[in-house]
């Protein structure tokens, strides 16, 4: 049984297109995170949601909007896409208030042309 | 501005020695530190952790030592096995209106037989 998913695994599209990334996790955990892996792999995180409320908003442009339609998904949507935005994007959670033990899927590579 | 730095990108270790990696930081109100490990197309894996009251914490093979005067950390593998190649991320949990780890770029260890 996976405990985090991502789909797709790998995604590959044009500048100026909008897309989205689906996150789900079957751990019961109330909080859920996305990270992005920059160039230089430094892990950051994006955002967080502990049951479908938003906590955490790092400085992320507004392209990025992340939804969460119940505490088991968080969905990522990208509007605009841009040449730096290629990176690989991890979903993650955890118990809330337990932001140490964090379980990740296994990343979504985006490539953007 | 990069609060948690993993300086040595990769670590070569022959089987059965000790592998030693390290991870640096700058911000003081840090008060947890972790490690994760991380296969090819996979999600990292939380592996170990410490308080910032302790200085070393160990779980079988893997120990982590913290020197807080120092702002350093290091996880120490012995004996080296060759299933412990991966990438090992380094992260310390900060609360800034909400707990967030703050990773650090990783260090690629491989274990040749």
């Known amino acids: 049984d996976t405990a985090v998913s991502q789909t797709p695994k790998y995604l590959v599209t044009q500048m100026g297109n909008d897309k989205s990334i689906k996150c789900e996790q079957n751990l019961g955990h109330d909080t859920m995170y996305w990270y992005k892996q920059d160039s230089k792999k430094f892990l950051k995180i994006m955002f967080s949601y502990n049951n479908k409320e938003l906590i955490i908003n790092e400085t992320v442009p507004n392209r990025f909007s992340p939804k969460s339609p119940d505490k088991a998904h968080l969905n990522l949507h990208i509007n605009s896409l841009e040449l730096g935005d290629s990176a690989v994007y991890f979903c993650?959670?955890?118990?809330?208030?337990?932001?140490?033990?964090?379980?990740f899927g296994p990343g979504t590579r985006l490539t953007v042309l | 501005d990069q609060q948690v730095k993993q300086n040595s990108p990769s670590l070569s270790v022959q089987e059965g020695r000790i592998s030693i990696l390290n991870c640096d930081y700058t911000n003081s109100m840090f008060d947890y530190f972790l490690w994760y490990k991380k296969y090819p197309a996979e999600g990292p894996t939380f592996l170990i952790s410490i308080s910032s009251i302790k200085d070393k914490n160990e779980d079988g093979r893997f120990t982590v030592f913290l020197n807080k005067s120092a702002k350093h950390l290091s996880l120490h593998i012995v004996p080296s096995q060759p299933g412990d190649s991966a990438v090992y991320f380094c992260?310390?949990?900060?609360?800034?209106?909400?707990?967030?780890?703050?990773f650090g770029q990783g260090t690629r260890l491989t274990i040749n037989p």
């Open positions: 993650a959670s955890s118990r809330y208030r337990q932001t140490d033990t964090q379980y």
């Open positions: 992260a310390a949990r900060a609360f800034q209106g909400a707990q967030k780890l703050v």
